[in-house]
């Protein structure tokens, strides 16, 4: 089979701005701990080593992007900026064995790009199962699975899709990753964003113990800082498997930055201590490109648009790049229609593919939740501690700035192309919140359910990161019992609402359903946590509305 492919050197050009943040000579000294914190010990004395591991993502009916890092000589850790150049080759076959090679071809590993490795292979079938394995100096990497999406044309029976957010490392183990991993069923599986978190140490998120400590243990800032923070996430063994048994399909969200950020700055990022916003901006954009298996589709950006037969068209949003400031609640500037979360070319490149597209499901990467939310009459207990997980004022307004609430005006539009082109089976698949939601998408919450529905959405909870009960110290399902109910008498197109547990979800799309099956985990700073099924709610083709089902698929 004849194959085409293009060299990870093309990504070069497409990667945000290079910086240059330390000398390498000093990075070397400087960072010499927090660096060794981002490898195993086996890195000591093992090189070429390929220690973090290998991954695949974005896949297409011809083709997949693969990644790796690639560490050549014992001092080229990451974030370093040394290290020599070193030619890395990949394979790619229809069998583990490797007997029957499909595709081959090789690229130079650089300093430059913290010694990772892409390479956009073409040429391949659509829906099928792929081997691929990278090669450097005499040492091969781990033998991983991808597989192509199937042909834009072609009748799809079904598609299963993994879907995660929110992974903070020093709050627990990534056990949802390992049981992802574990079932083989998996076309691809989504990441909506907060695959890092850029706090230090102990600075967020860990019920008052640290599970597992950060490398590097300071906030991240530079370019440097970046890259092992992502090289510690990619040791994690759990994670490691996952990225050998399907590829992902990521977006990012605040964290890959810092805390709330916005095109110009972040609630997490002090100008005069942590110097200029368009720099740390610059670098984290930089290294993410770098780390993560994302074929950028707009230099700079994370939107993109994947299609899956003719049953699902996933567009995937960049909810941070393009949005204004968020604001103070109670002035009327949330509905000012000078503001925007998605930017202007952004929502008109949404709204184009919603109503271009035949498939019979319209999915949405998004990664903050577009349902309207009001708090109710919460109790004071309560009340403050979901102020704080929902990034509310305390007083408790009803409204989150950083979401869709925060931003009505794109919201409006949005739903009401939706309404008057008379789109249908529209899904929003949404992270970031710490809890598990299923909600219509009304186009009036205040007169719902009287009035139209015009999409659906599905949020499914934190993989380690905190949610109600962490963050108000009680057992596990206690906050949920209590606010759930006021939740949902407040929102009533919220159908479930879980505030206390940790997971991941399966979403199974046939021609007649939309699915998801919410899975919660036993404990997340335990790393033999069991997994469970808990709940699961549907959307059927035409209704726009979520039902609940009482049987995973």
């Known amino acids: 089979m004849t194959s085409r492919y293009r060299s990870s050197d093309q990504y070069n050009a497409l990667s945000p701005r290079r910086r240059s943040v330390v000398k390498a000579a000093a990075a070397t000294a400087v960072l010499a701990g927090p660096l060794a914190g981002a490898l195993p010990a086996r890195a000591v004395d093992a090189a070429p080593a390929f220690l973090h591991g290998v991954a695949s993502g974005d896949p297409l009916p011809d083709g997949v992007l693969l990644w790796t890092r690639v560490t050549p000589t014992p001092d080229a850790l990451p974030g370093s900026g040394v290290g020599p150049d070193i030619t890395v080759s990949w394979t790619v076959a229809l069998d583990k064995g490797f007997t029957n090679v499909v595709a081959k071809g090789s690229t130079t590993a650089t300093a430059a790009s913290d010694h990772t490795v892409k390479a956009d292979i073409r040429g391949l079938s659509p ?88 490398a590097p243990t300071h906030e991240i800032v530079t370019l440097a800082d970046y890259r092992v923070r992502h090289a510690t996430y990619k040791t994690d063994p759990d994670l490691q498997t996952l990225h050998t048994r399907a590829p992902v399909i990521a977006i990012w969200d605040d964290h890959e930055f810092a805390n709330d950020t916005w095109s110009g700055g972040a609630e997490n990022h002090t100008e005069g201590a942590e110097g200029a916003w368009a720099a ?12 993560m298996p994302v074929r950028p589709a707009i230099a700079g950006t994370t939107y993109r648009r994947l299609r899956f037969g003719k049953l699902v068209d996933l567009s995937l949003l960049d909810l941070r790049s393009f949005r204004s400031q968020q604001v103070s609640l109670g002035n009327g500037e949330v509905d000012d229609p ?27 990467g998004n990664s903050v939740m577009i349902s309207p939310f009001a708090v109710g009459s919460l109790s004071a207990d309560l009340l403050k501690p979901l102020a704080k997980l929902l990034g509310l004022p305390q007083e408790g307004l009803a409204l989150n700035p950083d979401q869709w609430d925060g931003y009505t005006d794109d919201r409006r539009e949005l739903l009401a192309h939706l309404r008057s082109n008379a789109i249908r089976n529209t899904v929003f698949l949404t992270g970031d919140i710490h809890m598990a939601w299923a909600n219509d998408v009304p186009v009036d919450a205040g007169t719902y359910p009287l009035s139209a529905s015009a999409a659906t959405e599905f949020v499914v909870t934190s993989v380690t990161s905190d949610n109600l009960d962490d963050i108000v110290k009680v057992p596990e399902g206690t906050v949920s019992a209590i606010a759930a109910p006021v939740i949902r008498a407040a929102n009533r197109h919220v159908h479930w609402v879980d505030t206390d547990r940790h997971g991941y979800g399966i979403l199974d799309i046939t021609a007649e359903r939309a699915q998801m099956d919410y899975y919660v985990l036993s404990d997340r700073a335990k790393q033999d946590a069991t997994s469970k099924w808990t709940r699961s709610y549907r959307t059927r083709n035409g209704t726009q509305k979520v039902e609940r089902t009482y049987d995973p698929v």
Not at 135 to 146: E, I
């Open 127 to 214: 829906a099928t199962d792929y081997w691929f394995r990278f090669s450097a100096g005499g040492t091969d990497s781990p033998a991983a699975r991808t597989r192509t999406a199937p042909a834009a044309d072609a009748p799809v029976a079904n598609l299963r899709f993994g879907v995660v957010s929110c992974a903070n490392w020093e709050a627990g183990y990534f056990s949802a990753y390992r049981h992802l991993a574990a079932r083989g069923d998996l076309d691809a599986w989504l990441h909506l964003g907060d695959y890092i978190y850029e706090y230090g140490s102990g600075e967020y998120g860990t019920r008052g113990k640290v599970v597992r400590p950060h």
């Open 280 to 291: 740390r901006q610059a670098a984290a954009k930089q290294a993410y490109f770098e780390w």
């Open 338 to 364: 000078d503001r925007t979360l998605t930017g202007r070319a952004q929502l008109d490149w949404l709204k184009a593919n919603l109503k271009s597209s035949d498939t019979t499901w319209r999915l949405v």
